[in-house]
């Protein structure tokens, strides 16, 4: 089969390779055939080494399919189902998953730095983040799996399995945004725009979007911000908007030291900074022990929006169809794996995509 393989961290391109196979389906496992992939950051933050990645790998996490085989000991999904992917499948029985934080289990993702799962010619490959949807099948926990109905499309299916779980869950999960509430969200990619949709579903009064590329602002605001500005103007933002006292929950959606330190700067006394992007194990955040202790705010990281999978993706998708969370709206471009490299230096380059998918027939 076809697959886009990371040859080693640091490359540029992937390899668009067809001598791909998946390892054979364990007992408690499946094989999928993949029918959409978001095209993340993440997954240039794998290439570059910001987040951690083994190669040779198949790079992608944000998928969804139908599937092809089950192993013996699977009695939830069955051949045909379609499901969603996530990349931190739940194991139901550690501390995390015993504890309604089923976001945080290891079990699995641990397992993803140690087992390959594909094939590439003869050489033994991982999957990225235990999955590789930048292949046409490949085999996961079927822990990782989450069936859907038969009518919704992959596409949407797909964006739920990571930017807009990440986004949405980081606002109603893990800062449980209160309605009339005050919001900052810094960074309109597709995650700071599922940020915004959150906050729009938790019922915040005011959402300031601050992006510095200027064309993101209207999408901004069509997506449910009442401001967008660049970073530049949020001082004079932040003084009219509060009174200078501050917002009450603010998201920092790029994962830099400094928009992280402009969150907590920008979030009032006792109010809230949400930790969403991805950053660099070698950044740091400089605070004072004074502030620390003085301001009372809470400092929170977001890890894939706090998910339960298994509750969450079903009450996304119920909101989709209800009208009230857009997902068709942020497909902003479709691509064919063999233009996997092009949708990546788009990404790469900055710009307005929102979410781009690859599409498998």
Known sequence: MRAAVLNQVGDTKLELRDDVRTVDVGEREIRIRVRATGVCHSDLSAMDGTLPALAPGVLGHEGAGEVLEVGPRVDHLAVGDHVAL????????????????????????????????????????????????????????????????????????????????????????????????????????????????????????????????????????????????????????????????????????????????SAWDNARRGGTVVVVGAGRGDATVQFSAQELFLHDKRLLGSFYGGADVHRDYPRLLALWRSGRLDLDGMISRRIRLEEINEGLQALRAGGTLIRQLVTFG
Do not use: W
Not at 178 to 197: F, M, T
């Open 86 to 261: 996530t990349f931190v499948p739940p194991c139901g029985t550690c501390v995390n998953c015993r504890s309604r934080r089923p976001h945080l289990c290891a079990v699995h993702s641990i397992a993803a730095f140690t087992s390959p799962r594909f094939l590439v010619g003869d050489t033994p490959a991982f999957g990225y983040a235990g999955t590789g949807t930048f292949a046409e099948e490949l085999v996961v926990p079927a822990d990782g799996a989450v069936k859907i109905d038969e009518d919704v499309p992959f596409e949407i299916a797909a964006l739920v399995a990571c930017g807009v779980m990440t986004g949405v869950g980081a606002v109603v999960n893990t800062a449980k945004v209160e309605p009339g509430a005050s919001v900052l969200v810094i960074g309109c990619g597709g995650v700071g725009i599922s940020v915004i949709q959150g906050a729009r579903l938790a019922g915040a009064a005011t959402i300031v979007a601050v992006d510095p590329v200027a064309d993101k602002h209207g999408t901004a605001i069509r997506f449910g911000a009442t401001h967008a500005v660049s970073p530049e103007r949020l001082a004079d933002t932040h003084a009219s908007l509060t009174g200078s006292q501050g917002f009450d929950h603010a998201f920092d959606v790029v994962g830099a030291p400094a928009t992280i330190r």
